[in-house]
């Protein structure tokens, strides 16, 4: 679990540094040519040495060729006793002829020629006749030239690769020998060990030189770029004076001012829009003001006229009762534009306390039960048994919950509403489900718009503003929690309503899920 923690930030740090993974790219890539470069430059110095020790091995070979001749200067092919003296001195005057390295001598009959005076063969002390394979010898004696093998030798305890020289020799009388000289390489091993060390290391220090150097030109390119990056979260975070610094003439000069000059056109369109969207606050709000003197007077007008209404005449009758439905609509619209126009400007507060939600559903149900009457609409309540306690202003809450149940009873076309209450640890939760209409993918990205409804055209009966949704998203929000909606067209629609237990609580689940059931 440790080294897949370590492993997992090493990752996430890969990944989220554009100049770490330059420098990775950089030293792996540099690491690669110089193993290759390393391997190329050992396997030829290799072969440099092999074939020259092989040059000089086939050279000295040669000498000790014309040093044999010699030793049998004078001899008589018929003279059995001087024959073999001097085939046993061999091995001993090659062996004791200044050479570069130590050699081993093999002075053999030749098995392809009987031996009738049983002349000896001759070889060096520690020298295994079995390095000579019968194909090799098969080789000498086939061909005139001097011919040359490689073989493992033993050099103490260690196995080392070694020179085998061979060429065919032929006494007085006739006699034909097999000459064989063995060169172990085990100083040309410990040279190429030495340099292949020395590649190595020299490597590690030519990559340890480019991965500083790459780190100081990747630092010096990135940091342009990691500049406009933090002046781009400072400016997403509000600090919209925040400007990069122009040096010189080049790419990252050009990125400086052209970012500069990008903040400097946001930074006008933010503030216009900034003061268009106060003179739009302003207005509403001081309309709403100036509005509510003469709404209230006109509202007690209509108010008197709708109290007397039977005495006059139908279509007097009639329009008294319409002037006072539009009276009390317009009363609605004027609260909830002078409600949306706190939360625009920020001067939205909230009273919290600690309440029963269960309580709060209750009251919600009573108050909506005569309205779902006259529509015909069962209102089925799912409410777990104790106390819901939860923080919250109770006014708010009381607002979003008629909100939700007056537009599913409005939307349910006459089937039943259901409402349920569910609580965890961290959160509380009411969900309110038709299945009425419901809506579609593009409706649902807009219901929670201000003046948006669903199906413009359907008849109303409840005089809504169309702005309750947009409201009590905003009450959600205020309580640090969330207004939820899903639906389906002719399947009905869920809207879930998710705060926490306490306000200081930020990270919470909902205990009901968002689903449009089957009532």
């Known amino acids: 679990m440790f080294f897949s923690r370590i492993a997992k930030a090493a990752l996430d740090r890969f990944r989220s540094s554009l100049q770490i993974r330059a420098l990775v790219y950089t030293v792996a890539l540099s690491g690669t040519a110089l193993i290759v470069l390393g391997g190329v430059l050992s396997v030829s110095i290799g072969n440099g040495l092999f074939n020259t020790r092989t040059e000089h091995a086939i050279i000295e070979s040669n000498r000790a060729k014309f040093a044999v001749a010699r030793l049998f200067d004078g001899v008589s092919g018929d003279n059995s006793w001087k024959l073999e003296q001097t085939i046993e001195s061999v091995v001993t005057e090659l062996e004791s002829i200044g050479v570069s390295q130590t050699r081993r001598v093999a002075f053999l009959h030749s098995t392809a020629q009987t031996n009738p005076l049983n002349l000896p063969n001759q070889s060096s002390a520690g020298l295994d006749l079995h390095l000579i394979t019968k194909e090799f010898r098969q080789l000498v004696r086939s061909e005139p030239t001097v011919q040359s093998q490689t073989i493992q030798v033993m050099r103490g305890t260690d196995s080392v690769p070694a020179i085998l020289i061979g060429q065919r020799f032929t006494l007085p009388g006739g006699h034909r020998y097999e000459l064989y000289l063995v060169y172990d390489l085990y100083d040309e091993q410990q040279t190429l060990a030495f340099v292949q060390r020395t590649l190595v290391l020299g490597g590690l220090v030519t990559l340890m030189i480019i991965g500083f150097f790459s780190f100081l030109v990747t630092s010096w390119l990135v940091r342009p770029v990691q500049d406009a990056a933090e002046a781009s979260e400072l400016i997403a975070s509000g600090d919209l004076d925040r400007r990069l610094a122009v040096r010189g003439t080049d790419v990252a000069a050009v990125l ?82 002078l409600e949306i126009s706190r939360y625009d400007s920020a001067g939205v507060s909230a009273e919290f306390e600690v309440r029963d939600l269960n309580g709060l559903v209750g009251t919600s149900l009573a108050s909506i039960q005569q309205f779902a009457d006259s529509k015909g609409v069962y209102l089925e309540a799912d409410i777990p048994s ?111 309503l998710t705060i926490p237990k306490r306000q200081d609580v930020t990270d919470f689940v909902s205990p009901l899920p968002l689903a449009v059931e089957k009532i």
């Open 386 to 496: 104790g106390a819901v306690q939860c923080e919250v202003d109770a006014r708010r809450i009381d607002r979003i919950l008629n909100n939700l149940l007056t537009n599913a009873i409005e939307h349910s076309e006459g089937k039943p509403v259901k409402i349920r209450v569910a609580q965890n640890d961290r959160a509380v939760a009411v969900s309110v489900t038709d299945n009425g209409i419901g809506m579609n993918e593009s409706e649902l990205k807009q219901a929670f718009n201000r003046f948006w409804r669903a199906d413009p055209s359907r008849k109303r009966t409840t005089g809504g503003t169309g702005l309750g949704l947009a409201i009590s998203i905003e009450d959600a929000q205020l309580h640090h929690g969330k207004l939820e909606v899903t639906a389906a067209p002719g399947e009905g629609a869920c809207f879930r």
């Open 256 to 337: 400086a001012r052209s970012f500069n000059h990008m903040a400097d056109s946001l930074q006008e369109k933010i503030r216009a829009l900034g003061e268009l969207s106060k003179m739009q606050q302003r207005f509403v709000s001081d309309v709403s003001h100036e509005l509510r003197t003469p709404l209230t007077t006109m509202k007690l007008s209509a108010d008197y006229l709708y109290g007397e209404k039977d005495g006059f005449p139908d279509p007097a009758r009639r329009s008294v009762e319409i002037l006072h439905g539009q009276m009390d609509r317009f009363d609605i619209l004027l609260a909830d534009l």
